[in-house]
């Protein structure tokens, strides 16, 4: 390991809405130059085995986590979790829920598509990887195949966006709960893009400190979401209410722009949340 580790704390494979199985992820790190690459999969941790496999021949270490759907209020929260055991009971179970009610939101959004659109359930289901976690990109996916839109970003200004005629909400936990869930399991939450805005509603300050009462630990600062000016504020709230940050590409292979290593966390802070969190980082 180099003295200053390139690290990539937030990525997707195909078992979620990236588009390259783990081991091709693993792969692509290496190439991209990362030291430590962090696999959050959308609400699953099926890939965690196979990116393990990968560690040896990349060279790459491997950060096993997940990011989780949760909700403050009907707002949407990303709530990423790094090294909890994949074996606790809590968290499996609202893993679990929160798939299954994807899956049924799924179906139901593409019913109502199905009523302007050409398109079929199977051809959405053909995408999904057996653990996997189904989510509009693969609809967007679908429809780009079908030739109504251009690409995933497309898909969403035209089609998928939350405002709608097409879009169907699902249920996902409370967001300080499953920040007490992922401490119970052990992990370390982090909660992802806080300041999003175009991906839909953000939650106020407050539910941050709530988050922060319940065991957060960490904010992801630099995203190529957030523009300087909500970077330096959401540093000011990580300063004043104790929390580390962190910076991630959240990487979907080509299902997004976001480049592998396009923000990187301190490595000070990788060394905190493995002193904090349950299992190991894999190292080669
Ligand atoms: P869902 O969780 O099914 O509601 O879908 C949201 C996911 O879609 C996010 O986690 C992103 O990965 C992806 N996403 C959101 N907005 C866009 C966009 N404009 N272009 C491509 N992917 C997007
Ligand atoms: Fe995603
Ligand atoms: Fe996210
Ligand atoms: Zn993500």
Redesign the pocket.
């Known amino acids: 390991m180099p003295a200053r580790p390139v690290v990539d704390l937030h990525t997707h494979s195909s078992l979620s809405d990236g588009t390259e199985l783990p081991a091709e992820l693993m792969s692509a790190a290496r190439t991209a130059g990362l030291d430590v690459v962090a696999l959050t999969d959308?609400d699953t941790w099926d890939g965690w085995a196979e990116a393990a496999d990968a560690v040896g021949r990349t060279g790459v270490a491997l950060v096993r986590g997940a990011?989780l759907s949760t909700s403050a209020g009907g707002v949407s929260v990303?709530l990423l979790s790094y090294l909890h055991d994949p074996a606790a009971r809590g968290l499996n179970a609202a893993v679990a829920r929160a798939r299954d009610s994807r899956l049924g939101r799924a179906r139901r959004m593409v019913d109502r598509i199905a009523m302007d659109f050409d398109l079929t359930w199977e051809e959405v289901e053909a995408r999904l990887e057996p653990g996997g976690t189904v989510g509009r990109p693969h609809i967007a996916d679908a429809l780009v195949d079908r030739g109504y839109v251009t690409d995933r970003s497309a898909a969403f200004l035209e089609i998928l966006h939350t405002g709608g005629p097409y879009y169907v909400r699902y249920d996902a936990p409370d967001v300080v709960e499953a920040v007490e869930l992922v401490r119970r399991a052990g992990g370390v939450p982090v909660m992802?893009?806080p300041r999003?805005a175009t991906r839909g509603r953000v939650v106020a300050d407050h539910v941050i400190e709530e988050m922060t009462a319940a065991g957060l630990a960490g904010l992801e600062v630099d995203h190529r979401d957030h523009d300087e000016g909500a970077r330096a504020q959401l540093r000011d709230l990580a300063a004043s209410l104790g929390l580390f940050v962190t910076g991630s590409s959240?990487y979907h292979g080509a299902g997004k722009p976001n480049r592998l290593g396009e923000h990187v966390t301190d490595p000070a802070v990788l060394e905190q949340i493995e002193s904090e969190g349950y299992l190991p980082v894999v190292r080669p």
Request: proline fraction near 0%; aromatic fraction near 0%; charged fraction near 30%.
């Open positions: 959308h990011e990303h992802a893009h999003a959240d």
